[in-house]
């Protein structure tokens, strides 16, 4: 997406908000409770999000991980929640991590300047479920943990009450750090709309009576035809299914932003009034072909599920002094 995070809100509507850009290098890449207050924004700012300048989103900063970025959130003083698409380096055989080659940084802009927090290398945790999934890679969440705690930025924690049908159809919040122009630059931190639209099925048929209009739609975007390959990876997306339990379908509502490269790994979030609460991790868009880095379609999120949750309550409890 191309904008950033804003909570005006309006008196006598409010709307929980999202802007969630997918990294698309590695495929093509809570709920609102009843009574809860959700945070908010202008109607007119809703179709391409607007600046991220809600001070408690200040704990969701970019990955800079060699020469790619994505998004993460701090769920704890040294604990960096993200996409294990973020972590893994599957353009190299064997896979590796990122942080076996180079350096890694969780970036966070504070008082008008960028704060730079090493990652601990040694400290890298990501889902052990290998197979499978909307990427292939399995259950898409990692985590990582920094060299030293994060100080003055309060963590977004992650929500243990998992979602259910009866969230389907509501808003959510999102941030990341989507493209902000045609020459790939990613921007600045952002936030939109997207609504949750399924959480099992078959996604892209939720929006596509057939295979050949899902096609039509992509060369629609992209401008022209579509190459071979592009086609076909396409036509296979169209049956794919979520993985069972562990993602979830938004996007594409009525007020819904768009999704563009370099925001994987970013939060779904839910705001209640306790606080905000991590929900999701963006995984991918709904399907991506080579120079596709700002989709109309959908986004698939890792949903927070139990093996997640003891994932992440390990690694906080491991990087504990």
């Given amino acids: 997406m191309k904008t950033s995070f804003s909570t005006h809100a309006r008196p006598a509507q409010r709307r929980s908000t999202l802007v969630c850009a997918l990294s698309l290098a590695a495929s093509l890449a ?4 009843a009574g809860e207050e959700t945070l908010s924004s202008d109607e007119s700012s809703i ?7 809600d001070p408690r989103l200040a704990a969701v900063g970019r ?5 790619g970025s994505c998004t993460g959130t701090l ?10 698409h973020c972590i893994l380096d599957l353009s190299a055989n064997p896979v590796r991590l990122f942080t076996d080659v180079s350096p890694a940084f969780f970036e966070i802009e504070r008082d008008g300047r960028i704060e730079r927090h090493s990652i601990d290398a040694e400290k890298t945790n990501l889902s052990d479920r290998l197979e499978g999934g909307w990427i292939r890679i399995g259950v898409d969440v990692g985590v990582y943990v920094l060299s030293e705690p994060v100080t003055g930025v309060s963590p977004i924690p992650v929500r243990r009450t998992p979602l259910s049908n009866a969230d389907v159809g509501k808003p959510f919040v999102g941030v990341g750090y989507g493209l902000s122009d045609a020459a790939g630059m990613t921007g600045r ?13 078959k996604p892209l048929q939720a929006d596509f009576a057939t295979e050949q209009e899902l096609v039509d739609f992509a060369s629609s975007e992209l401008g022209g035809p579509l190459a071979p390959l592009d086609e076909a990876r396409i036509r ?8 069972a339990g562990e993602e979830l379908y938004a996007g594409r509502g009525e007020g819904d932003a768009q999704l563009c490269l370099g925001d994987s790994g970013g939060p ?21 072909v080579g120079g596709y880095t700002c989709a109309r379609a959908g986004a698939i ?8 949750l003891a994932l992440i309550d390990a690694t906080i409890e491991g990087a504990e002094p």
């Fill in 189 to 201: 931190k952002q936030e939109g709309q997207q609504t949750l639209r399924m959480l099992r099925g």
């Fill in 75 to 84: 769920i704890a003083p040294r604990v960096v929640l993200t996409a294990k």
């Fill in 30 to 33: 809570a709920s609102a409770c």
């Fill in 47 to 53: 179709r391409g999000g607007s600046p991220a300048s």
């Fill in 236 to 243: 296979a997306r169209y049956s794919h299914a979520l993985l």
């Fill in 301 to 308: 999120y890792s949903r927070l599920s139990a093996g997640t």
């Fill in 63 to 67: 990955l800079s991980l060699g020469a």
């Fill in 268 to 288: 779904l979030l839910l705001e209640t009034v306790r606080g905000l609460y991590v929900v999701g991790v963006a995984s991918a868009v709904g399907f991506a």
